[in-house]
């Protein structure tokens, strides 16, 4: 860190103009895991206060919306499940799907909303969007617990489901969302910067990836032309063995599995190095 | 001699003048296929070159150097635009230089404002860990002296109050006591002293002054000469982005200080 030229005592912290592009220093985000934490606990206490039902609204989100899917998509446009009891069906895609949005737009925001906090202190800038991550797995965990009664309870009542050792991969997948959120959120994070349009471009952009997702149907269902299409979908897989694990029904396969995995990864290090760089001078373009 | 703990060389900060990128990725689009056409900018500005020329920037920072030692209180005075804030910006690593180099010894705690990251949902007790975890305390640090803390800021009786309910002095005391309860090596403050009532100004500047007496280093930048008279065993007088006065240690003590207030 220190000069070479310089008397022996070693300087703690030398500033210098931009660091080169892998210079990403993880280290730092590591000491400072209790900012991380408390950021994960401001934001779960914040957002209910002054609410009547309060944390119950973690649990009303996933119900209606699975209730309008049920609806919408089984009842009226009468959509294929894969024969799964289209109620578990759709509460098991958007479970996965809402946790990989909530990722990708909040951490989207990391620069544009913290523009005050960021221009006065500086601690490693990247505690923002873990912390993010963290808090909404916190919630991924309420309507995880939901979804499992559910699950219980069909299958109590001799529903065709069969959850199967897959279920073992759970924290896998979750990763999985967590680091394609994640560097998705800190790339276009990083871009808007610059250029205001992509934050526009997420907002609708998460909406639609999700009709590009087998969230509301089965991979069978899609015709083979468009099947390529899908599964380049990082998503797709991990939606697909998520409702393959806990329900019995789907498209599993080893390789897709890890062509999300890798691509969870290259675009986790992309998000890192360019978060990494833009984070020492946004404040002079933001 | 050797105990210099900021080591300031040839520090320079441009900034762009007008528009950066425009903003928008179409108008930055517009720009690119101007260019690739040949024809003029149509973001440039009338009578401009196609190239950007140093019109368009500002030097707010130009060739500063200097060092602090341990123990010292370094005021930084000069007008507005004179570039004290930048040289606390870069320090405090908002935001990266241009060039030229910093070199630190010790942790380094800066105070830009007051009360950064509060929430105004939280209650005084969940903003004293949030505010100081942000300043850089960790979670251990802030339990010890969360007593103090309070007991500092006066508001012991609104403690478990959203702080969106305080007062505006009541909020500005809370937030400095969790900041002069910081215990860097190098504490950098910007004119956060001009906050509450002259009782508690009084408060700070003394806490600050003890800070110092305890051999820790401090950077004070202020326009409140009292107080700068009153803290700063050495003063640094900046003006159009370069330092003016004298710059190095070995001139230092008070009266030094007092001198270069006279002259400004």
Redesign the interface.
Known sequence: M??GQ??P?A?????????RWFDVRLRELWQAR??VM??VW?DF??VY??TILGPLWYLIQPLLTTLTFTIVFGQVAKLSTDGLPPFLFYMAGTLIWSYFAACLTKTSATFGGNV????????ARLAVPVSVLISNLVTFAIQFALFLAFVAYFSARGAAIHPNAWVLMTPVLVLMMAGLGLGFGIIVSSLTT?????SFLVTFGVQLLMFATPVIYPVSAVPERFRGLLLANPMTPIVETFRYAFLGAGTVEVPHLLYSFVFMLVVLSAGTVIFSHVE??F???V | M?DTVI?VERLSKR??LGT??T????H?LNRWWARVRGRPDPAAKIGQGRKADDEDFVWALRDVSFEVNRGEVLGIIGRNGAGKSTLL????????????????????A?L??VG??F?P??TGR?NI??NG????M??AEILRKFDEIVAFSEVEKFIDT?VKRYSSGMYVRLAFAVAAHLEPEILIVDEVLAVGDAEFQKKCLGKMGEAAGRGRTVLFVSHNMHAISELCTRVILMEGGRIVSPSSPDSSGPPAGRRHLAAV
């Open positions: 220190a000069d310089i008397e005592p300087w703690d912290l030398v500033i210098r103009p931009r660091r209790d900012l408390l950021f401001r206490v914040s206060k002054q005050a906090l960021f221009g006065k202190v500086y601690f610059k250029y205001r349009d992509l020492q001078t404040m002079d373009t | 050797s080591q900034y762009r950066i990128g903003g928008t990725l179409s930055d910006k870069i320090l405090s690593r908002v935001t990266a230089p241009t060039a030229g180099e910093v070199r630190i010894r010790g942790r380094i800066s830009l404002e950064t990251g929430h949902e939280l969940e860990f949030l975890a942000i300043l850089g960790n979670k959203p």
